[in-house]
């Protein structure tokens, strides 16, 4: 079994830049595969990034201004979201898989115009 529990997300002015982390705790399972998520009210769950061993990918609407990480010591996962947008207002989710998909509660992150 695995928890993810993110933290980080806030109220920014437009240009602005944030640093969710999402920390797992648990036993037995693997941070190989790991990525972030994001909901804006009334839109699907959509994709931002992943990181899986050491290769990134990235959503084309973040990519040069959002950074996936990982810190494998601290069991703790981080996206630094630099530039934002308010289009980048959703809540912002932590995933994992491992034999099956976990996720975090998300965390908030608002960018005012």
């Known amino acids: 079994q695995v928890q993810l529990v993110e933290s980080g997300g806030g109220l920014v002015q437009a240009g602005g830049s944030l640093r969710p982390s999402c920390t797992a ?3 037995g399972f693997s941070m190989n595969n790991m990525g972030w998520y994001r909901q804006a009210p009334g839109k699907q769950r959509e994709f931002v990034a992943v990181i ?3 290769r990134t990918n990235y959503a084309d609407s973040v990519k040069g201004r959002f950074t996936i990480s990982r810190d494998n010591a601290k069991n703790t996962v981080y ?8 289009e ?8 994992l898989w491992f034999g099956r998909d976990y996720w975090g509660q998300g965390t908030q992150v608002t960018v005012s115009s």
């Open 79 to 86: 996206l630094q979201m630099n530039s934002l947008k308010p």
């Open 52 to 54: 899986t061993g050491g």
């Open 25 to 27: 705790s648990g036993s």
């Open 88 to 95: 980048d207002t959703a809540l912002y989710y932590c995933h």
